[in-house]
């Protein structure tokens, strides 16, 4: 999975669906465990936070649609905001929510 610079205009230039027909997920460079999920199938393109737990599961939780953020980091405060904790850790500590719903 390609780790860039997430930006507006990188956002912009990614095409979905994605030419191979599976999703693909674009990490942040400047975010560890934030991502892009970019569809496969449909147009849609969300952002997403990741984070392996204690017990070697992965646990994945949807931001909300690229559509509904201006900038990339109103995005990364949202995964924050939602928990009110760290971006670090709210992955960990919020293992179940849907942010920006």
Same mark, same amino acid.
Do not use: H
């Given at each position: 999975m ?19 027909g ?6 942040? &460079? &400047?975010l ?12 849609s393109k969300?952002y997403?936070?990741? =984070?392996?737990l204690?017990?070697?599961?992965t646990?994945r ?6 559509? &509904? ?5 109103a995005a =990364?405060? &949202? ?10 850790t ?8 849907r942010?920006?719903a």
């Amino acid at each position: 999975m390609p780790t860039v610079k997430l930006t507006k205009d990188k956002i912009g230039k990614i095409k979905a669906p994605d030419p191979s027909g599976k999703q693909v997920i674009y990490w942040d &460079e &400047e975010l560890a465990g934030f991502g892009l999920l970019v569809s496969g199938v449909t147009s849609s393109k969300s952002y997403i936070a990741q =984070r392996r737990l204690p017990d070697g599961r992965t646990r994945r939780i949807t931001i909300g649609a690229v559509n &509904e953020f201006s900038k990339v980091e109103a995005a =990364r405060r &949202e995964l924050s905001g939602r928990c009110g904790i760290s971006r670090a850790t709210a992955i960990a500590l919020c293992p179940r929510a849907r942010l920006g719903a």
